[in-house]
């Protein structure tokens, strides 16, 4: 299949006074052609320094301490601040959490969306007003002839959010990153935004990463799943798979959690998410992990394929090489 | 038509704060210490004169209607006639505004093109040597006293180097250390509201947002940072300018700059509470009237605050 995006090896720190964060310690990922790719992981296991990372807008404290973002095979962690421009918005859309403050507030939502066509294309905002009528119907904002002389606050947090992602997807990108583009949505707008992403996705071939603390929502969409713990990707294996023989504990755990209400009582994963300052040595999942081995806090397991599978517990296809 | 809708509702509104600010005025000038009729009278004055003045002025009469008094006169538009001068209080104060508004303008305007571009920067590149200078401007401007910066300034540029006038309005060059003396106070507060305004909107979403769409960074700092950061500077520079055509009293003292502040004192001197209450009269409605003006820039800026401004009307 052919790869958008290929991940290699990537850590991303911050240097804090408190100390170094290791939000993204060594992640390894490839983003396939028109897939929807859900990166799953609790606040604070590093999705969103990713998300980030892989839309070019790491900002100071971030630093890129190693590894490779290839996308189309260029690394864009290498790129002049133009190259990085000329990508941003145009072949590589991002779409955040919370529509509310990821919009300017002085400015109509018309405006701020022929700003990306502004931006690559060049002349005045005015010239592309009904290439932006027609985004607003694309993300089905009704009568979007009047909505585009809107502000921001005078729009409800879903409308805001369909604004956003037109931005998004105005100069059709070949990849849009979703940092929990429904989290601060009710559950019925939720399912709208998702449905319209499924939609976009088809209709333009565009690989989307999709990133959730909401594994639910990921088995009704994505292709495929990550599963992020600490900074750390986990598990990486197709949804049904996932949903079906889960190998990692973590993804046992989180899987269970959701099969509660078919079956009988979750198992709760005692305990909380480290710090990302001091995460534990070995494996960082071992101080939570139900199957823990006495090696588990001093090797750390390498992500590795396991019938096209790819997992990292010593428990599974590692060092032991046993089963589950 | 929203505009005027909101500015006369604006005006109505103001009717109370006008009405306790002339009772505080006229009680503040009533418990002064010093008795006028016996001022102007003259020290060897016998007492009737004392008297006859006293009833002249309506002194004699009880306290509620000395201030019903007033307040009748003042919403004719008559604001009493100066002790000290005898002609009407609004025209010594129409005379000495034009002083008063121009060292306002000319100060304020020095401060914002020196503190707004230092602020920006220094929120900028804030390791710069810029960010430096804005630190000790703003600490100088907000720690010294104006009357100290005066005399130095006069010191320096009047005593030892005799470059410029250091007191009264003849000429164009006298304007020039009064109106130094007080942008460099304005400054200080300037240069930190912006610096802190900007550094605020510079780590907002929004900015990531522009940044995401592959704008360019001169656009995104011009158009996403300086706009939103404009707001709070606003406020502060119609303080500023509200403060100053009220006349800077110690500045215009200290160069005998003939405007309102210098106004004022010689009327403290005096006892000349007519004169007095106008000019604190007169300081008010300045004040609502730049409250106003800076409510409706705001509105310009941020649709936010027109819309709610708006609707209230």
Known sequence: MEKVLEILGLRVYYELPQGTVKAVDGVDLDVFKGEILGIAGESGSGKSTLALTIAGL????AKVISGKVLFRGIDILRLSNDELRSIRGRKIGIIFQDPVTYLNPIYTVGFQVGEVFEAHRGGKILKYLNEVINLFKAVKIGDPERR???YPHQLSGGMKQRVLISMAIAEKPELIVADEPTSALDVTIQAEIVELLNEIR??????????THDLALLLEIADRIAVMYAGKLVEVGKTYEIYKDPLHPYTKALISVLRYERKRRPTPIKGSIPSLINPPPGCRFHPRCPYVLPKCSQVDPKLVNVNGRYVSCLLVGGSDGGGS | MTLVRYLVRRVYHSIPTLVGALLFIFILV???????????????????DVQRIREQLGLNKPIHTQFIDYVTAVLKGDFGRSIKFGTPVINEILFRLPYTIILALVAEAIAIAIALPLGIISALRPKSKTSYIASVISLIGASTPVFWIALILIYIFSVSLKLLPSSGADSPRHIILPAITLSLVLMGNLTRITRSSVIEVLSSNHVLTALAKGLKDRIVITRHVLKNALIPIITIMGLQVGNLLGGAVITETVFAWPGIGSLLIDAIFFRDYVLVQGIILFMVLVFIIVNIVVDVI?????????DVLWRMS
Not at chain 2, 35 to 43: E, F, N
Not at chain 2, 298 to 306: E, G, K, Q, T
């Open chain 1, 58 to 61: 790491l900002r100071p404290p």
């Open chain 1, 202 to 211: 088809k209709e333009l071939n565009t690989s989307i990463v999709f990133i």
């Open chain 1, 148 to 150: 585009v002389y809107s």
């Open chain 2, 30 to 48: 009533r418990v002064l210490p010093g008795d006028p009729a016996r001022l102007i009278a003259g020290p060897e004055a016998l007492e009737e």
């Open chain 2, 298 to 306: 705001y509105a310009y800026v941020d649709p936010r605050i027109r």
